[in-house]
């Protein structure tokens, strides 16, 4: 069975940045065709997507992210990572890693059901205004 490990998260200032990994461990291997990404819940509110990367690093944004944060891969290490710069008081939540053969999963209909193939255990995210 394979897991999704997130690291990184942890206490940041507000138009600080911090750097989210998510790596693929445990016997087999996530496909280098999944697509992989990430989603978030804050406190009190649903789960919302806010980034994927496809297998060929097609990449798609929640609006609330965009121009902020940056998705990227390293399929030589089965790793997905989240720069998230300019960080807000609202970005303040758990991120969740997620990988899942379709991209279209990726979305916040997805992040409610939950219907991806596999998730990781959550990171959490402090931003102190």
């Known amino acids: 069975q394979v897991q999704l490990v997130e690291s990184g998260g942890g206490l940041a200032q507000a138009g600080a940045s911090l750097r989210l990994s998510c790596a693929a461990s445990g016997p087999g291997r996530t496909s280098t065709t999944y697509a992989m990404g990430w989603f978030r819940q804050a406190s009190g509110k649903e789960r919302e997507f806010v980034a994927v990367?496809?297998?060929?690093?097609?990449?798609r944004y929640a609006d609330s992210v965009k121009d902020r944060f940056t998705i990227s891969r390293d399929n030589r290490y089965n790793t997905v990572y989240l720069e998230m710069n300019s960080l807000k008081p609202e970005d303040a939540a758990v991120y969740y890693c997620?990988?899942?053969?379709?991209?279209?999963?990726?979305?916040?209909?997805?992040?409610?059901?939950?219907?991806?193939?596999?998730w990781g255990q959550g990171t959490l995210v402090t931003v102190s205004s």
């Open positions: 997620a990988a899942d053969p379709l991209f279209v999963r990726f979305s916040n209909s997805f992040a409610r059901t939950g219907n991806l193939k596999i």
């Open positions: 990367i496809s297998y060929n690093s097609v990449t």
